[in-house]
């Protein structure tokens, strides 16, 4: 649990054996049976139809960032309501994907997670970050910095400031220097609620410390605050 900034953040990492009806990882194959009560009692305090969608998960490691981020998240925004009915809050969707609570006071919060998975099992991080009630708009991102070792994004969809400042860095800390970067600009995007479709180039953070906005096309960098957080070995937010 930190506190940064008047917002919340909730994180939780996890790590489970690959079921032995795991079809490996072969998309195409049909869906692998998978019990959901396995993750009780976490999965009984979501609703009917988040029951059901975490349900229709084929992996269990996808199935946990699903239930775990959504009981953390009505953990941490009864807590901020002064209510003890967590499982019983309106999660809703936006029109872009993004949750939200509906009922007043708007609360903004974010959810994030990252899963590796692969023949010998899964490993996953959750994080939730949770703001004031009737405050500005949050957004959060983990990531596994092994993503990014062959990562050729910064050439391609980053600022030109942002391009320069990964060529600079010595190729061996580069993974990491790009998954700061890509951890920042996503949370601001879903801060934002607009997602890639506004365009990694249109803004600009910083590669090292502190994180911060540097330039965003049409509005106040100065408007928003970032900060990396607290995570695991071999991860970044």
Known sequence: HQHIEGIDVLIMSGEGAAPASLPGLDESAPP??????????????LTAVERARAARFRHEGNAW??????????????DRLGRDDG???PLT?????????????????????????DAEGWSAL????????????????VERIARFERAT????????????????VPRPARSEALA?????????????????????????????QPARLLRIDGDDPRRWSMADLEVPEGYRG
């Open 32 to 45: 692998a049976p998978f019990d959901p009560y396995r993750l009780s009692p976490w999965f009984q305090r």
């Open 65 to 78: 960032t699903f239930v775990v981020g959504r009981v953390l998240a009505r953990e941490a925004l009864a």
């Open 87 to 89: 499982p019983g809050l």
């Open 93 to 117: 969707i936006g029109p872009r994907g993004k949750p939200y609570l509906d009922i007043e006071p708007r609360i903004p919060f974010n959810i994030s997670h990252t899963v590796r998975r």
């Open 126 to 141: 959750v994080a939730v970050a949770v703001g004031q009630p009737g405050g500005g708009a949050v957004g959060v991102d």
């Open 153 to 168: 994004l910064a050439a391609r969809y980053f600022a030109a400031g942002e391009r320069e400042a990964v060529r600079e």
């Open 180 to 208: 700061a970067l890509w951890t920042r600009k996503e949370a601001f995007l879903k801060a934002t609620g607009e997602g890639i479709a506004r365009g990694l180039d249109t803004f600009e953070v910083t590669i090292d």
